[in-house]
């Protein structure tokens, strides 16, 4: 009812980890209005957005939100699947949005081999964790775009607006 969920993840005498999400919103009527038409201003017009994010329901969840607001998303589960659709499109991308921990390989990884073919290509990398995991010094000194999870869907919205934007004034 709230569009929250819960992943589980169990490992046989490791014990079992509950991650809930749940939107939160802390305000006003007035300021949830505000936001929404904050987000009718970050609608896309048709840019095309590869999204690589192993996590089912947050993979769905962002292409289905990106797709209501007027990006084109291509959806890989992993980074095989991710450069697969960027070769077969011919790298025809405004924008990669690539979570950070795969279970294939590094996102960041994946992201320096989408930039091998394509120079110029727009990055943006996300992930929930917080430590060296995400390779913080390798993010910093590439330049990537960053976006931490969980993000409020406006702030999203403005991210990449701001990255594609980039892009057609530099194309």
């Known amino acids: ?10 490992e046989l005498l490791k014990g079992t980890t509950f991650k809930i999400y ?4 802390s305000g006003k009527l007035s300021d949830r209005i505000s936001e929404t038409n904050v987000i009718e201003d970050l ?3 048709g840019e095309k957005i590869l999204l690589v994010e192993d996590d089912q ?13 007027g990006y084109v998303v291509s959806v890989a589960s992993n980074a095989k699947e991710g450069m697969d659709l960027f070769v077969k499109n011919n790298g025809d991308f405004h924008l990669i949005f690539s979570d950070i921990i795969l279970t294939d390989k590094s996102g960041i990884e994946l992201v320096k081999e989408f930039r091998s073919i394509k120079p110029n290509i727009r990055i943006l990398l996300s992930s ?3 430590d060296d ?8 000194r590439k ?29």
């Open 133 to 140: 995991k995400v390779q913080w010094y390798e993010i910093k």
């Open 22 to 25: 749940i939107p939160a919103f």
């Open 1 to 10: 009812q709230h569009e929250g969920w819960i992943n589980v993840e169990s």
């Open 43 to 45: 609608k896309g017009k």
């Open 128 to 130: 929930g964790y917080t």
């Open 143 to 171: 330049r990537f775009q960053y976006i931490q999870k969980p993000y409020k869907l406006h702030e999203l919205l403005r991210t990449i607006k701001d990255n594609v934007t980039f892009i057609k004034m530099s194309d």
């Open 57 to 69: 329901r947050m993979r769905e969840f962002t292409m289905n939100f990106l797709n209501e607001n």
